[in-house]
């Protein structure tokens, strides 16, 4: 992992035991929300300004990425954001405790359209699995995609694997979501007027 900044908002885990101890990283005791794959952040930034009451964790792979989540956090008040420069697989299976997540975003993933790399997509029962194990029961998983393979590729992962539920009647997917802020790549889509699916599921570990 590069360190790029020192800010508050920066997750430095080489500060923590692992697994981390999440109220101990926040001050506070506060339900937590995890996005991944923040992308620019500001999804993570207005959600985080929005509710104060709640803690917000984002994790993001590309260096560029973190660092530009990073200076527009720069003015971020309410001290309930962190964001993670880390790899979401590697963290899902070996940085938390079991059962701490409310809420779990994963917003646009890439979508790894040719055969030969859809081993990528980070929708696939493995990760779900540990997921899973570190969101709180009836915990929900929100998935925002313009992409329909990556949508009925993500039904039949959930297909099979017990222990996610979809949350919306048949399609199983909704176009628009009032007052959700939309991700920097979501903006992109809308304005090329693609359709936008929204899936969610609850965690009924
Ligand atoms: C298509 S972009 C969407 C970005 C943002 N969510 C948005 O909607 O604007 C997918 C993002 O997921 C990040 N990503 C992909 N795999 C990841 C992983 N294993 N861990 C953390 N971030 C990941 C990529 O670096 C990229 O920023």
Avoid: C
């Avoid at 964001?83 to 917003?107: K, P, R, T």
């Avoid at 802020?181 to 929204?198: L, V």
């Amino acid at each position: 992992m590069t360190k790029v900044n020192s800010s508050r908002t920066a997750l430095d885990i080489s500060e923590y035991y692992i697994p981390l101890d999440l109220a101990e990283v926040f001050g506070n005791e506060n339900e937590i929300v995890l996005e991944i794959g923040f992308g620019d952040g500001d999804f993570l930034i207005e959600m985080a300004g929005r509710h104060p009451e709640k803690n917000f964790l984002g994790m993001e792979i590309k260096t560029k990425r973190f660092k530009i989540a990073m200076k527009a956090a720069q003015n971020e008040k309410n001290g309930n954001l962190r964001f993670l420069h880390m790899n979401a697989n590697i963290a899902a299976e070996e940085l938390f405790f079991e059962d701490v997540f409310s809420l779990v975003y994963i917003n646009f993933p890439d979508p790894w359209p040719k055969d030969r790399h859809r081993k990528h997509r980070i929708v696939n029962s493995e990760f779900l699995g540990a997921l899973s194990k570190i969101m709180k029961k009836d915990g929900v998983l929100e998935i925002a995609s313009d992409d329909k393979d990556y949508i009925s590729h993500s039904f039949d992962v959930f297909k099979n694997i017990s222990f996610f539920k979809s949350q919306y009647p048949h399609p199983g997917y909704l176009h628009n979501l009032p007052n959700r802020p939309h991700t920097k790549y979501e903006k992109g889509f809308r304005k090329e007027g693609r359709e936008i699916f929204y899936l969610m599921f609850t965690n009924n570990k």
